[in-house]
């Protein structure tokens, strides 16, 4: 079993900048890869970024590249999602995921999931 705490998420203007941090705890040295969705009103669960342990880089979503970054501290067992020039269109409930078999950007294919956090940009 793994658990995954989130913490974080606020309230910023836009152009702002903000940091996810996702820790986890349990059979973490079961898992293969991290990742980040988002959901706003209205909309789809999305991927917006991964990394996978055995992989050559971080995966992200073209509407979140060059913006976001995803990185991983093994020490902590932790994943942090810095997030830069922050757009209202960010706006949403930000989910950290995590695969005990999968990589990718299917939400499918995650097994653990953070109890979110909420990301509100203001115009």
């Known amino acids: 079993q793994v658990q995954l705490v989130e913490a974080g998420g606020g309230l910023v203007q836009d152009g702002g900048s903000l940091r996810l941090s996702c820790a986890a705890s349990g059979r973490t040295y079961s898992l293969v890869a991290m990742a980040w969705f988002r959901q706003a009103p209205g909309k789809e669960r999305e991927f917006v970024a991964a990394?996978?342990?055995?992989?050559?880089?971080?995966s992200y979503a073209n509407s979140v590249k060059g913006r976001f970054f995803i990185s991983r501290d093994n020490a902590k067992n932790t994943v942090y999602l810095q997030m830069s020039s922050l757009e209202p269109g960010d706006t949403a409930t930000y989910y950290c995921?995590?695969?005990?078999?999968?990589?990718?950007?299917?939400?499918?294919?995650?097994?653990?999931w953070g109890q979110g956090s909420q990301v509100t940009v203001s115009s």
């Open positions: 995921a995590a695969s005990r078999y999968y990589t990718g950007t299917a939400y499918s294919h995650y097994d653990f």
């Open positions: 990394v996978n342990w055995n992989n050559n880089g971080p």
